[in-house]
């Protein structure tokens, strides 16, 4: 089948990567959305001092 | 405190010895380094599991 | 003077740099007369295959933010210093790791572990992990590989510049945008800060080096008038990279060393350990140990932005 491929999407915060699928038509046969991204906060802060998540999580988003 | 921050980093304490040591005392500098040689011997080689990506 | 083809990314980032750009408000219409910005994910609507199929080094200036820990970060790095003449790693992630090198101090399958299968939320009861390439009824959907270790943009490609802060400034980034404006950039390898240690630009009153206790920072309100480290607040700018205006020490909060080790200094967390150390006042063993203890996270405080430029770079597990 024929892809499409959206990469990067743009204008919001993330990374993020689109994958359509058309088929014999031309029509959409099915879109995958997958984001190419982990950094691992939710493993990383485990055992670090309470008081600095508010100084460590909001690099989860900067916008 | 060094200990403290090389155990987070996955560095035993045993691996990091202090100790005051004259220029006189040359059977106790001796004595530490053989004692600091065994220690590590007994530990093996540091596994440093930074190579790869 | 033709405009200058201008690009910013994003790696492992947290589009905070990318806004810290938006942030120089209307100074932004000085960088459209400036630039063209022929990439940038956030804000306008480039694809990877533009930037493909630009001929090499035809790119003047790209700023890179975010750290390197994916193939396709790799990738990207690698590409965009192939079709520039300058790369400046932009922000602390692409200078000296960021917070994400934070993740050295676990493995990749604690990650994945803790994020898809174990968080709370997750509805997730096949332990369905992602994968690299995945076969589905239409055809193949890939993903890069995310690597065990976290790196900075320079361990990947050299870089010509390298502008530190979570995020930079509006300051520093102006001065960016001016030297380009002015074709006066500064030596190659150039830091874009101060030369000196946060402490140089700091107005607090500094009298006496000497503590008897470290507060962790919800312990103690500090008063804004005298040095925090003084205080027994733990602040990091003894042996920071100065050039940041103090913002933090502004908000009456302890330095987190963001703009990393100052000129001169290869592991700002030793030299941390060093300058916290001498300044504490012991009577014996003790007093020594109750120091320590006092310490909460050596490690993740003195790291931490700066693993990925660490001597150490990460937790280093017992067995091979």
């Not at chain 1, 990567?17 to 990383?44: H, M, S």
């Not at chain 3, 589009?15 to 459209?32: F, S, T």
Request: proline share 6%.
């Amino acid at each position: 089948m024929k892809k499409v491929s959206i990469d990067p999407i743009t204008r919001l915060e993330g990374h993020g990567k689109i994958e359509i699928f058309l088929n014999d038509n031309g029509d959409v046969a099915n879109t995958y959305f997958q984001i190419p991204e982990l950094r691992g906060f939710e493993k990383f802060c485990e055992g670090r001092p309470v008081e600095e998540m508010p100084r460590i999580v909001p690099r989860i988003c900067g916008v | 405190m060094l200990k403290k921050m090389l155990g987070q980093f996955g560095v035993d304490e045993k691996r990091l010895r202090l100790d005051w040591v004259s220029a006189s005392e040359g059977d106790r500098f001796a004595s530490i380094v053989n004692d600091m040689t065994e220690e590590i011997r007994a530990l093996g080689p540091f596994n440093r599991s930074d190579g790869g990506k | 003077m033709p405009k200058l083809k201008l690009a910013l990314y994003w790696a492992g980032a947290c589009g905070g740099c990318d806004v810290a750009v938006l942030d120089v408000n209307e100074k932004i219409l000085d960088v459209a007369n400036l630039a063209d910005i022929v990439f940038w994910p956030i804000a306008l609507d480039f694809k990877y295959h533009h930037v493909e199929a630009m001929p090499d080094k035809s790119i003047d200036v790209c700023l890179f933010n975010g750290c390197v820990r994916s193939s396709e970060q790799e990738h990207i790095a690698k590409m965009l210093r192939a079709k520039s003449k300058v790369l400046v790693a932009f922000g602390s992630c692409a200078c000296f790791g960021g917070i994400p090198a934070l993740a050295n101090f676990t493995t990749r399958a604690e990650i994945m572990e803790r994020a898809y299968i174990e968080a709370p939320s997750n509805e997730n009861p096949e332990k369905t992990l992602p994968q690299t390439k995945v076969k589905v009824a239409e055809g193949e959907i890939t993903l890069p590989e995310l690597y065990e270790n976290v790196y900075t943009l320079a361990q990947v490609v050299p870089v010509e510049y390298y502008v530190p802060g979570c995020p930079p400034t509006v300051d520093l980034i102006l001065k960016v945008v001016n030297a380009l404006a002015t074709n006066s950039l500064p030596p190659v390898g150039a830091v874009v800060a101060s030369e000196k240690t946060l402490c140089a630009e700091c107005d607090r009153k500094k009298e006496n080096k000497k503590i008897t206790r470290i507060y962790r920072t919800h312990e103690i309100i500090p008063d804004p008038s005298k040095c925090l480290l003084e205080q027994g607040l733990l602040c990091m700018g003894a042996a920071t990279r100065g050039g940041c205006g103090a913002l933090c020490i502004k908000a009456n909060i302890p330095c987190r060393g963001c703009f990393g080790p100052p000129p001169g200094v290869a592991d700002q967390g030793a030299k941390l350990v060093s300058s916290i150390a001498s300044i504490y006042e012991t009577d014996g063993k003790d007093d020594i140990q109750k120091m320590v203890n006092e310490v909460a996270d050596p490690a993740g405080t003195f790291y931490r932005f700066g693993m990925s430029t660490s001597m150490l770079r990460r937790k280093h597990s017992r067995k091979r």
